[in-house]
Nanobody, 122 residues
């Protein structure tokens, strides 16, 4: 499975961005997909996840109510809509695919995209 992210950039605090992640290859093996982020000097952390059917989602407490994960199975694409962005959301955001559970655990993901930078200025 190959994953390609897009949509990162620079935005002011309070603004919005939408990230996209297009999957290709053996997509039939995917149980779910997730977004993680890594800020400088910090570990990569879970942000949000969605089952490949799109029926179930999970969010980190820090983004609940501000971020929304969604999927378009026809396009094999997952989105992360980020609203009310804060400077502490600044990080490289990674898309990942998993063929197992639970989707909130980073170690359960076997395929990763290259990452996209999100910078939120104050």
């Amino acid at each position: 499975v190959q994953l390609v992210e897009s949509g990162g950039g620079l935005v002011q605090a309070g603004g919005s961005l939408r990230l996209s992640c297009a999957a290709s290859g053996r997509t039939f093996s995917i149980n779910g997909m997730g977004w993680f982020r890594q800020a400088p000097g910090k570990e990569r952390e879970f942000v949000a996840a969605i089952t490949y059917s799109g029926r179930r989602t999970s969010y980190a407490d820090s983004v609940k109510g501000r971020f929304t994960i969604s999927s378009d199975s026809a396009k094999n694409t997952v989105y992360l809509q980020m609203n009310s962005l804060k400077p502490e959301d600044t990080a490289v955001y990674y898309c990942a695919a998993s063929n197992t559970w639970p989707l909130v655990v980073r170690e359960k993901y076997t395929n990763w995209g290259q990452g996209t930078q999100v910078t939120v200025s104050s």
